[in-house]
């Protein structure tokens, strides 16, 4: 494709991403058959002209890249007979010089190959390896057999000292065991002691407050009952209780014992016997406990505290004297304050009353006199015999003024005989 003769000089360039022609005049014979073609046909040859503009692009563009593509393979192509010849160059020197190394390193007597492995596995040289791997062999055994006798002798040792202290451990165990079973024993021993004495801890010691008293109620015409284990009014406070006169009819009151063989405090003590009067609806209330010493603090026994309650000291050994005086006294306080008659010697019978205080007192320290001077126990004794002999004859002349006070409103009760 020719160009004409211009009238003017053609313009191509690129506007953007298009290319602008201007003045440019196509004189290719097939270019102007079928513009011609198409303007006959009616149709636009602006159209025509672009397709073969396109195509004609595509076409030139296919070709340079083959052009290159033809370039570059040539170039690789004598590149590589270069490099092949370069390569057969060195490779012949490398393999000269690798079979000068592999003579000097293999060859059968010079060498250096083979002079080191005489050197290191002949038997006859001392250094061989074969010889050094047994030495080494050895010395490892050796370490072995020595490390295995330490951890059995170990074993050995830690098994003998778990045994040992196994053996410990059960006869520490039998030990107690042992122990155990013979406190129990000396325990046992000694509770059978104290029932046959009587004066045992706890319960054997209120079995002896009430078989004490249901002695002295039997005497009286009085009904006697352990009530320990029975709830009454709320509550188990009170181990025994006595009717007055029970044995004949309807009591004429009622006098509850609690028994203690531990010491309380005043306030504890007082609280108990009120507790003890209101459960079991009691007119007076006594404390018993088993010595002196139980006794609460700055209290005296055989004293009344709030007008319907007292404390004495009984133990089982020395006689239910003691426990008369307060089951007298208790009862004569309870007799007073239900008499319906002005008959009663209130005077007479409070001196009756501090007369036998006042000879309980003298039994006290006759008492303490015995328990310093044991040689002097015969002659002690037979005073206290007389002394309570008084005690009794006063508990008398207190029974016979009750009997006088109350023959009035009760001419069939017969005379109380303590």
């Not at 097939?30 to 025509?48: I, S, Y």
């Not at 098994?159 to 024993?185: C, H, I, N, W």
């Not at 004293?303 to 309650?309: N, V």
């Not at 008369?324 to 319906?340: G, I, Q, T």
């Amino acid at each position: 494709m020719e160009a004409a003769l211009p009238l003017r000089p053609p313009s191509v360039r690129t506007v953007g991403d298009r290319v602008a022609v201007d003045g440019l005049v196509v004189d290719d014979a097939v270019a102007v058959r079928l513009v011609h073609e198409r303007e006959e046909a009616g149709e636009d040859p602006a159209r025509l002209l672009l397709d073969a503009i396109e195509i004609g692009a595509r076409v030139l563009d296919r070709e340079q890249a083959g052009a290159n593509a033809e370039f570059v393979r040539t170039e690789f192509e004598k590149q590589a007979r270069e490099v092949e010849t370069a390569f057969g160059e060195r490779a012949g020197a490398v393999a000269e010089q690798l079979a000068r190394q592999l003579e000097a390193a293999f060859a059968p007597e010079t060498g250096i190959l083979p002079k080191t492995l005489q050197r290191h596995f002949s038997e006859e040289s001392a250094t061989a390896v074969q010889h050094r791997v047994r030495a080494l062999v050895e010395e490892a055994l050796k370490r072995s057999q020595h490390e295995l006798v330490r951890e059995l002798m170990r074993d050995m040792a830690r098994q003998q000292g778990d045994q040992l202290r196994a053996m410990v451990e059960k006869l520490g165990a039998l030990e107690v065991k042992l122990e155990r079973a013979q406190a129990e024993a000396e325990k046992q021993a000694e509770l059978e002691a104290e029932r046959d004495r009587g004066t045992a801890k706890g319960r054997t010691y209120e079995e002896a407050v009430f078989e004490a008293l249901d002695a002295i109620a039997a005497a009286q015409g009085d009904d006697c009952d352990a009530v320990g284990d029975i709830e009454g009014g709320g509550g188990k406070t009170g181990d025994v209780v006595v009717g007055i006169d029970a044995c004949r009819g309807a009591p004429r009151g009622r006098i509850v014992f609690e028994a203690k063989d531990a010491r309380l405090s005043k306030p504890r003590a007082i609280e108990t016997l009120d507790q003890a009067l209101a459960q079991r609806s009691a007119d007076f209330a006594v404390l018993v406990v088993s010595g002196e010493d139980k006794l609460p603090a700055r209290t005296t026994a055989l004293r009344e505290y709030g007008g319907d309650k007292l404390m004495v000291a009984f133990d089982p050994e020395d006689g239910p004297l003691a426990l008369e005086v307060a089951y007298a006294l208790a009862r004569a306080r309870v007799l007073m304050a239900r008499a319906d008659t002005d008959d009663l010697d209130a005077a007479a019978l409070r001196e009756a009353v501090d007369g036998a205080l006042a000879t309980m007192d003298g039994v006290k320290a006759i008492k303490s006199s015995l328990t310093a001077a044991t040689t002097k126990i015969g002659d002690a004794q037979g005073s206290i015999e007389a002394l309570a002999t008084r005690v009794r004859e006063q508990l008398r002349e207190i029974a016979a003024a009750l009997d006088a006070a109350l023959a009035a409103t009760a001419p069939e009760q017969r005379r109380l005989d303590f």
